[in-house]
């Protein structure tokens, strides 16, 4: 006798969690790639368990996920327990419907390969949780170990964006005054970081920590810092007020001349 295989979107994940679907989706993307990493294959749309699809919302085509029980359980392993209550009760509802002769077998099934994958994550996820809500909170570069980004780019991009602000400490010497890099008050407020010990009394470099809070909300920016990482690479001219160049920014630039330069670029034609 065949047995159907049962599966599962990321759209009815998210409405089941009360997730917004971009969310469960980034959630099941990183899922993938380390799936992917393992397993020596970088072509995510080819794991064996996840196939690409898209769903109508509004008149519009949005990207969706199928994935089988193996993505979906490793994917709400990082849930919380009612989360994962929700959907758990759901599939075996949807392997009841659509293997009935196999009921038992198919609920044993689901609740070990589950039970497996919470207890293999547990410690990781216990201290995940302990630095996060006990105070001790998580460096910046831990942070963003966690999170797949860049320290350094998102140590400028917090600049950038106000998220942390530089101010001029101790006596001034002929050598200037030194500067440290805090946490802004409005993200210290939010619940985002903590304040740290000071250089100057052996603290971390950066003054403050991420809060589990403020580690969540840097996995959502991921995508955000990498785009700002790249455009900013990006090689442009800098025109003075006659339209000449006078600078050139971006990745390699250093060794570039104007000639380098696309010719309508050279004396500022076409800029406003």
Not at 56 to 78: A, C, D, P, W
Request: proline share 3%; net charge positive; with cysteine.
């Amino acid at each position: 006798m065949n047995i159907n295989e049962v599966t599962m979107t990321t759209v009815e994940i998210a409405a089941m969690t009360g997730k917004r679907h971009d969310n469960v989706l980034r959630d099941a993307d990183r899922a993938i790639e380390l799936v992917s990493k393992s397993r020596a294959s970088n072509l995510r749309s080819q794991i064996e368990g996840a196939t690409e699809a898209t769903f109508e919302s509004r008149g519009k085509q949005y990207r969706m996920l199928v994935l089988n029980r193996h993505m979906v359980f490793t994917l709400i392993t990082g849930y919380d327990t009612t989360l994962r209550y929700t959907v758990v009760g759901r599939w075996i509802e949807l392997e009841q419907a659509a293997n009935p002769a196999f009921t038992s077998q198919a609920i044993t099934a689901t609740l070990i390969d589950l039970q497996s994958r919470v207890d293999m994550m547990a410690p990781a996820y216990k201290e995940h949780t302990r630095k996060g809500t006990t105070g001790r909170g998580y460096l910046v570069d831990e942070a963003c170990r966690m999170a797949e980004v860049p320290c350094k780019v998102t140590r400028e991009w917090f600049l950038e964006r106000k998220v942390t602000i530089k101010r001029r400490t101790g006596p001034v010497t002929v050598e200037g005054q030194a500067v440290i890099i805090e946490a802004h008050p409005q993200f210290i407020d939010k619940g985002y970081a903590k304040k740290g010990a000071s250089r100057s009394h052996g603290g971390h470099p950066d003054g403050f920590k991420l809060t589990l809070k403020g580690l969540e909300w840097l996995k959502t920016k991921r995508e955000v810092i990498l785009a700002w990482d790249a455009e900013r690479k990006m090689v442009r001219p800098v025109h003075d007020a006659d339209g000449f160049v006078v600078d050139i920014t971006g990745e390699g630039s250093a060794a570039m001349t104007v000639a380098d330069l696309p010719r309508k670029a050279r004396r500022g034609e076409g800029q406003q």
